[in-house]
C-alpha cells in the first residue's frame, strides 16, 4: 500500500513540474530584452537587453556601459514601446548592408541583428 502511495505522489510531482515549465527554450531564444522605440537618429527600433548582456558583449565586442542597441531586423510585430521580447541575435555583416547611417545627433548604440524574436 506504501508503494502505490509513494508511485502516486512521484507521479503527480512528475506531472506537475512539466505543466508548470514556460515555451522559453533559451537555446532558441537566449536573449530577454525590452522594445524602446524608434531611434531618433536613425528610425530604427532600439532595445535594452534585460538578460544575457554579458554573451552580447561575447557576440559583439565590449559595449560603453549600456545595454542598449539599435536592433535591425526586429520583426514588425515586436515594434512596440515597452513590449518585453525573447530574440536571437548575431552582429551585423558590414557588407550586407546591416548597419545603417545615423545622424549622430544623439547617443550612438551598437547595432545587433536580430535573427528571430517572439513576444514574451
Not at 509513494?6 to 506531472?15: D, E, M, Q, R, T
Not at 527554450?25 to 537618429?41: C, I, R, T
Not at 515597452?82 to 548597419?99: A, F, Q, S, V, Y
Amino acid at each position: 500500500m506504501k508503494i502505490k502511495i509513494i508511485i502516486g505522489l512521484l507521479f503527480i510531482g512528475l506531472i506537475s513540474s512539466y505543466s508548470c515549465q514556460k515555451e522559453y527554450n533559451p537555446s532558441e531564444y537566449p536573449f530577454k530584452a525590452e522594445v524602446m522605440g524608434a531611434n531618433l537618429d536613425c528610425g530604427i527600433y532600439q532595445i535594452r537587453i534585460t538578460e544575457g548582456h554579458d554573451k552580447v558583449e561575447s557576440i559583439l565586442g565590449k559595449s560603453i556601459g549600456t545595454n542598449i542597441f539599435i536592433a535591425n531586423n526586429l520583426p514588425a510585430e515586436l515594434k512596440i514601446a515597452g513590449l518585453k521580447i525573447l530574440l536571437d541575435l548575431r552582429k551585423p555583416i558590414p557588407e550586407n548592408n546591416e548597419i545603417g547611417i545615423c545622424t549622430a545627433m544623439g547617443p550612438s548604440y551598437p547595432w545587433i541583428f536580430v535573427i528571430r524574436g517572439k513576444k514574451e
